[in-house]
């Protein structure tokens, strides 16, 4: 999904952080999380799982997604 996005896209320059200047700084932020946690070699929290981590960042990543799209697809119009 991420990299659809990013194919519709004019990347142009970042404002503070990355994919800032598309208002998808929380996505890609998140993304990474996801992929930092994938490769983690112990636990990141005391009373939740990696994969219990995961699959809350996999939720946030779809909402934002989804706010993103409809900010976008609002702009177009």
């Known amino acids: 999904m991420i990299r659809k996005c990013f194919d519709h896209c004019d990347f142009g320059e970042s404002k503070k952080y990355a994919m800032d200047n598309i208002g998808f700084e929380i ?10 946690l994938k490769n983690a070699d112990r636990p990141w929290e005391k009373n939740k799982t990696n994969s219990q981590l995961m699959i809350e960042i996999k939720e946030e990543i ?12 609002l702009h177009a119009i």
């Open 27 to 36: 996505v890609y932020g998140l993304y990474w999380s996801y992929d930092d």
């Open 62 to 73: 779809i909402s934002e997604l989804i706010k993103w799209r409809n900010k976008n697809v």
